[in-house]
């Protein structure tokens, strides 16, 4: 009977999985593999972003110490003080794997805490956000979008800091006047691992797309590219043979020749969009003109920005946040998201 059982809960299995497919609810099971395997796609883009900062490191290691080592004395003499008759001088000792059993106790309670406030967060946000769900070519490919536009975000905050608080220009100009690289390039090594070996391979002295960096920027990168279950243009390279990126700047932020101080970013760092989605006429991820005008409004030809999902494209803002904006957003909104110095507000967008 075991073997009949299983076999009927197998077909039950495949043919709840052509029902699904069959009525466009791929979702159920892109959202079931994501939850399985998601972890380690989440872990492998956001790893070599990670920068450790030792004093918080050493801090939580001399707070775990001292919870441990408090612990232990406090139980080695709370047992040691009671006087019962009926136990042995051995028994009243307090052991060490007491301790250790109650210090991860408490850490496994604090970090489930942590974790149910995630929770209730994310499905607040499933209940009330205004963002459409189950309409999208692919929560996979969205998600995943998302990430790296936090890398990009990462990224730019990183070389930042380490530049006087300046963003990289969207290229630099040699002596002729010609762009040399692009923003994409410049924050290619942070990336670390591959990218970072495919970065030491660029000659810096030539322009990106003299024929000794051919090699180089003919090599497609996926944390430029919109992938994930169809998500991205099936074309993976322009027409000269440059690997493309559907990621481009904002032309108002990122200037040729000209890095600008985030200090001069008046309008506020979370009311102005650094980078957005484009997978229509996507250029090369080494062409220091992938720029485009957001105040154009989205899929509106190859100088706009566009994403699969058609109704919105996704952004990374100044601070580092990521967030989808609909393509019905007014023009009033989309110039002063675009702007850092315009002295027009998108306050509470």
């Keep these: ?37 998601g972890w380690w796609s989440f872990l492998q883009s956001t790893l070599p972003a990670v ?36 136990i042995t001088a051995q028994a009243r000792i307090w052991k060490f794997r007491w301790t250790i059993a109650i ?35 692919s929560v996979v490919g969205r998600t995943v979008s998302r990430v790296r536009l936090q890398n990009l ?3 730019l905050a990183g070389w930042s800091e380490s530049h006087v608080g300046e963003l990289p220009p969207a290229g630099e100009l040699n002596s002729r006047g010609q762009p040399m690289h692009s923003v994409l390039t410049t924050l290619l090594p942070s990336f670390g691992g591959d990218l970072e070996i495919l970065a030491s391979r660029i000659d810096f002295s030539k322009p990106w797309n003299h024929p000794d960096n051919k090699a180089v920027f003919g090599t497609s990168v996926e944390e430029y590219r919109l992938t994930g279950a169809n998500a991205a243009p099936s074309a993976s390279q322009t027409g000269s043979g440059y690997a493309i990126s559907n990621y481009a700047g904002n032309q108002r932020v990122f200037q040729l020749g000209r ?19 484009a997978i229509e006429s996507p250029r ?25 999902w058609e109704t919105d494209v996704q952004f ?7 967030q989808s904006i609909s ?10 998201l675009s702007t850092p110095a315009g002295g027009d507000s998108a306050n509470g967008f």
């Design 51 to 86: 920068r450790p900062d030792v004093p918080a490191i050493v801090t939580a290691t001399l707070a775990l110490g001292l919870l441990i080592g408090g612990l232990h004395i406090s139980g080695r003499r709370v047992l040691a003080a009671c006087a019962f008759s009926d």
């Design 153 to 155: 975000g990462k990224s």
């Design 284 to 308: 090369a991820w080494g062409d220091p003109l992938n720029l485009r005008d957001p105040a154009l409004g989205f899929h509106r030809g190859p100088a706009s920005f566009s994403s699969p």
């Design 103 to 137: 210090g991860s106790s408490v850490l496994l309670l604090f970090t489930a805490g942590i974790s149910m406030v995630g929770v209730v967060h994310q499905v607040a946000w499933l209940v009330f956000s205004n963002q459409p769900l189950l309409n999208q070519p």
């Design 1 to 37: 009977m075991k073997w009949l059982l299983r076999i009927v809960v197998l077909i039950f299995v495949a043919f709840s999985i052509v029902f699904f497919a069959a009525n466009g609810a791929l979702f159920l099971l892109e959202a079931s593999w994501l939850l399985v395997t």
């Design 259 to 277: 890095s600008l101080p985030l200090k001069s970013i008046t309008d506020g760092l979370s009311n102005t969009l650094f980078f957005g989605e």
């Design 327 to 336: 393509r019905d957003t007014s023009p009033e909104i989309l110039r002063a």
């Design 316 to 322: 990374l803002r100044g601070d580092g946040s990521v």
